[in-house]
């Protein structure tokens, strides 16, 4: 089982845009991977979803159509691409790793550590 490291973390105005970035050092192909997102004083949330082959997406209706999910086999990297970033969009980034496209559940095999972004007003 590998690591999880996330990029691209920072302070953006409201209505700006921002790439994260994230490098399993595991067998990518193995693993299904996601985003999820925590804010101050509230749950961890799904965000986005992508498929072992990236064949399937998933998203949840708060980001739907402003962010993008994507992965590169060949730097074992994905990439959530957010747009249209609102304040309530601050919150510590979080991408996953595991064996299941099921993004219901509060367990999964692999966490990264973490990455902030803070959208300013």
């Known amino acids: 089982q590998g690591q999880l490291v996330e990029s691209g973390g920072g302070t953006v105005e409201a209505g700006g845009s921002m790439k994260l970035s994230c490098m399993y050092s595991?067998?990518?192909?193995?693993?299904?991977m996601g985003w999820f997102r925590q804010a101050p004083g509230k749950e961890r949330e799904f965000l986005a979803g992508?498929?072992?082959?990236?064949?399937?997406?998933s998203y949840a209706g708060s980001v739907k159509g402003r962010f993008t999910i994507s992965r590169d086999s060949a730097k074992n990297t994905i990439s959530l691409a957010m747009s249209m970033l609102e304040p309530e969009d601050t919150a510590v980034y979080y991408c996953?790793?595991?064996?299941?496209?099921?993004?219901?559940?509060?367990?999964?095999?692999?966490w990264g550590q973490g990455t902030q972004v803070t959208v300013s007003s």
């Open positions: 996953v790793a595991d064996r299941l496209y099921l993004w219901t559940r509060t367990e999964y095999d692999t």
């Open positions: 992508i498929s072992r082959t990236g064949a399937m997406t």
């Open positions: 595991g067998t990518f192909s193995n693993y299904h």
